[in-house]
């Protein structure tokens, strides 16, 4: 069994700074691409931004220059650390890693998220 907990979420002005973390546990042989999903109300789940095992990153164009992810392999760990947060950053944010389970099993899973919201 694999989990991704994510932790960071709350509530914070606009302009204001956030650090999210997700940790995978469970039958993990490697992690491959881990990344962070967004979904506001009403809205379908959009991808923010990635990251691959070697460190190379991708975002949205609506949140470059302003959020920044990371990793730790050692501690299976993905952050997002999401700086000048706008009200239009509200949404729930979803950490994923597509992680090698076996010799021939690479799945993508997700974790439960975790709120942001960013008041005016």
């Known amino acids: 069994q694999v989990q991704l907990v994510e932790s960071g979420g709350g509530l914070v002005q606009a302009g204001g700074s956030l650090r999210l973390s997700c940790a995978a546990s469970g039958s993990i042989r490697r992690i491959n691409a881990m990344g962070w999903g967004r979904q506001a109300p009403g809205n379908e789940r959009e991808l923010v931004a990635t990251?691959?095992?070697?460190?190379?990153?991708n975002y949205a164009d609506s949140v470059k220059g302003r959020f920044t992810i990371s990793r730790d392999n050692a501690k299976n760990t993905v952050y997002l650390q999401m700086n000048t947060l706008k009200p239009e950053d509200t949404a729930v944010y979803y950490c994923?890693?597509?992680?090698?389970?076996?010799?021939?099993?690479?799945?993508?899973?997700w974790g439960q998220g975790t709120r942001v919201t960013v008041s005016s």
């Open positions: 994923y890693a597509d992680i090698q389970i076996s010799t021939l099993a690479t799945l993508s899973y």
């Open positions: 990251i691959t095992s070697g460190g190379s990153t």
